[in-house]
């Protein structure tokens, strides 16, 4: 059973940063993608990056260029690096994973099969 467990959100002011950690257990697959979600009350889940075992890399348009995510394989954890935060990054976000998987990532809430519980992400224009 994969576990994971996000951390790093808090308040901040516009135009400023974020570093977020989603520390990973029993992922015990070579193959597998990982990716960032963010949700606001009312609206549905939004996949923002996604990231794969091969290192393959995917964003939303909606934070192309200013979040990015990595991952740290010796530690067993996935960051998302956000600059130049914005009010309308406001919400609770969340890492999942699909494993196992060959496939490319993919930012399709349903095409992920364990999820976090959450850090909320509040930023202040």
């Known amino acids: 059973q994969v576990h994971l467990v996000e951390s790093g959100g808090e308040s901040v002011q516009s135009g400023g940063s974020l570093r977020l950690s989603c520390a990973v257990s029993?992922?015990?697959?070579?193959?597998?993608?990982m990716g960032w979600f963010r949700q606001v009350p009312g609206k549905e889940r939004e996949g923002i990056a996604a990231?794969?075992?091969?290192?393959?890399?995917v964003y939303a348009d909606s934070v192309n260029g200013r979040f990015t995510i990595s991952q740290d394989n010796a530690k067993n954890t996935l960051y998302l690096q956000m600059d130049s935060l914005k009010p309308e990054d406001t919400a609770m976000y969340y890492c999942a994973a699909n494993a196992p998987s060959t496939a490319r990532p993919t930012m399709v809430a349903d095409e992920y099969n364990f999820w976090g519980q959450g850090t909320q992400v509040t930023v202040s224009s």
């Open positions: 029993g992922l015990i697959y070579s193959y597998y993608y």
């Open positions: 990231i794969d075992s091969d290192g393959n890399i």
